[in-house]
């Protein structure tokens, strides 16, 4: 059965590739539009001195995040179908070089700061027991 539903990871995987072979997005985020977002890396720390670092799949994070502006929501998938998480969107602001997004999920804060010109991401996920810092690239849809 075929769907008119968009292959949201076939999507991704494009945007990935066209944002790692410029090494910029294409246009600068602003927030006006919907955007795709890929981890490419993760630091993980917990309570004391360790961090650990990896790819997102290490620390069952998503690999991709849709940020969806009129929904105001962000979508993320992971590998496995049936995990998928929409995060609210809670505080969205532009500044003169970055985008930023904030939100509040089970129990732990996120904020997405995204720099305009680039489309370079970093992203913090913080909890009672665990942080996350991921860091990646967006591009606008």
Known sequence: MRSDRPNWRAVALA????????????????????????AVSVV????????????????DLPEFMFVDMKAKVVRATSESPFKKVDSPIKNAE???????????????????????SSGRMTTTLSGELVSYMIFGACTAQ
Request: aromatic fraction near 6%; glycine fraction near 12%.
């Open 15 to 38: 945007a990935v590739a066209a944002l790692l072979a410029r090494g910029a997005s294409a246009e600068p985020v602003d927030g006006t539009r919907d955007m795709v977002c890929a």
């Open 44 to 59: 993980a720390c917990g309570e004391g001195p360790s961090c650990f670092h990896g790819l997102a799949r290490t620390f």
């Open 94 to 116: 532009t500044t003169r070089n970055h985008f930023i997004l904030q939100g509040v999920e089970n129990g732990h804060g996120w904020n997405m700061s995204i720099d305009r």
